[in-house]
């Protein structure tokens, strides 16, 4: 067996794109469900509200509080993750949330309706952060962002598959199991999240140490790079969960994922209502399922930017004007938005918010592992997942609340655009420190301490 070398690039490559053959498609899988089952509230908002007595206020708390024990248990969930392993962690994870996402479908009063979110956030909490995770462990850092992009795209996938999904299954759904329409959607779209979490349980794999699949040159070259990588990131922070959690870093990292779901989050919960506004506003008239095209549209656009951005990341290895600029371009998108005269100028700008917002979070995942290692990028992970959700409970709490106060969106979106523009600041000004910079390419004897063996 060769001695593990920057000339054994192709030997590493080979490794990499059997692990994402094997890991992506499954993981990105799983998140399109996570985030249709997350969000897929807003889809069903108008009679939903209607049903239960909601104002948008109301119903803005209620999609935000999914977000309270989801941020509280993000760091337990990990360190968990960290000690029991990926495939079985993750695997409880999606049963566990399908079942209680499920019980969505049965609420009905206000209460109800905000006990069922608070669990649902309970249920779901560490799935993203262990996911990055896994793949930290799984993918060296030339190829991670990619990596983490290919993972990411899910989110606005999702609600390019959801939308439209959703929409029919309330239109023809009404009526079944004796249900109202938003209440069959709700249901139907829970039961693939306890069906993946079971095949997740057996499919998953958890390290490279155990990939029967990989070669022993490939196991060999893969596990010493990424040691390599990793004792680059063990100089500029400790290996324990509780330096991550006293690292100043993460604070500052962690809100640059605050301002990137500031906006992601106002779009995925009040994007269809805020095209009924417009469009009425305009003269014009939608159907549900026209409102839902039009939805996706943004989400098409965060596509193909997530691909392109954490492409080009990758390729000149930088993150922090990866980050910047887009934040910077989405905030004016979403600040003009709703100034522009008519339907196709406001969905052009929203487009272009979405863009900017959604393909900054594969930049914002690479941060943490370039000075966490261990228990600590464990922990760490959570907590900047944890952080930055906490924009899923500002963010539709405020914009519904603003709407409820003054009848429009637009100054809820100027904070959003605010936000944006202060997490680009900071992506900014960590550009100069070292952590940040390219990790190490030298050889190094070590073994991998963090990988997990279950």
Same mark, same amino acid.
């Given at each position: #067996? ?36 997350r969000?897929?509230?807003?889809f ?7 049903? @239960?007595? @909601? ?36 695997a409880?994870i ?5 079942i ?6 049965f609420?009905?009063?206000? +209460? ?82 306890v ?11 958890s ?33 324990? +969960?509780l ?40 003269g014009?008239?939608?159907? @549900? ?57 406001v ?7 979405a +863009? ?24 760490? #992970? ?8 906490? +924009? ?6 405020m ?23 202060i997490?680009?600041g900071?992506? @900014? ?26």
């Open positions: #067996m060769s001695a593990p070398s920057r000339l054994s690039s192709p030997i590493v490559d080979s490794a990499t794109r059997k692990a994402a053959w094997r890991i992506i498609p499954l993981v990105m899988l799983m998140y399109v469900i996570s985030y249709i089952d969000v897929n509230i807003g069903s908002a108008a009679n939903m509200k209607a049903d @239960l007595g @909601l104002s948008s206020a109301a119903y803005g708390l209620g999609a935000g509080l999914f977000f309270v024990g989801y941020v509280f248990l993000e760091v337990p969930s990990n360190i968990i993750l960290h000690k029991v392993g990926a495939r079985v962690w993750l409880r999606m049963v566990t949330w399908g209680i996402s499920g019980s969505m479908a609420v009905n009063s206000e +209460a109800m309706f905000y006990l069922v979110r608070i669990l649902l956030g309970v249920a779901e909490a560490g799935f993203v952060p262990g996911v990055i995770y896994l793949l930290s462990i799984w993918f060296p850092s030339h190829v991670r962002a990619r990596m983490v992009a290919l993972f990411i795209i899910a989110v606005p996938l999702a609600v390019v598959i959801g939308a439209p999904l959703s929409a029919l299954l309330i239109e023809h759904g009404h009526g079944v199991l004796g249900l109202a329409g938003w209440r069959f959607m709700l249901f139907v779209e829970a039961i693939p999240a069906v993946v979490g079971i095949l997740a349980f057996f499919a998953l794999p390290s490279p140490t155990k990939a029967r699949w990989l070669t022993d040159d490939e196991r060999h070259h893969l596990i010493a790079l990424l040691d390599r990588e990793a004792d680059a990131a063990s100089h500029h922070g400790a290996s324990s +969960a330096a991550a959690l006293k690292d100043w870093r993460i604070y500052a990292v962690s809100m640059i994922g605050f301002g990137v779901n500031m906006g992601g989050y106002a779009l995925s919960f009040f994007l269809p209502q805020v095209i009924t506004q417009f469009s009425a506003q305009f014009q008239s939608f159907s @549900l399922f026209e409102t839902a095209m039009l939805t996706a549209i943004p989400y098409t656009c965060a596509v193909i930017a997530l691909w392109f951005v954490g492409k080009s990341s990758d390729k000149r290895q930088e993150r922090h004007f990866h980050a910047a600029v887009p934040l910077i371009i989405g905030a004016i998108g979403f600040a003009s938005a709703l100034y522009l005269p008519n339907t196709a100028a969905m052009v700008a929203i487009s272009i918010g +863009a900017g917002s959604y393909c900054v979070l594969p930049i914002f995942w690479q941060l943490p592992p370039r000075f966490l290692t261990g228990a600590a990028a464990a922990a760490g #992970m959570g907590v900047a997942g944890g952080l930055a959700n906490v +924009a899923g409970f500002v963010s539709p709490y914009t519904g609340a603003i709407e409820t106060a003054t009848g429009s969106y637009k100054p809820a979106m100027w904070i959003v655009a605010a936000v944006m523009m997490s680009a900071i992506a @900014l000004a960590l550009r100069h420190r070292p952590e940040f910079s390219n990790p190490t390419t030298q050889p190094t004897n070590t073994h991998r301490k963090d990988q997990e063996t279950h």
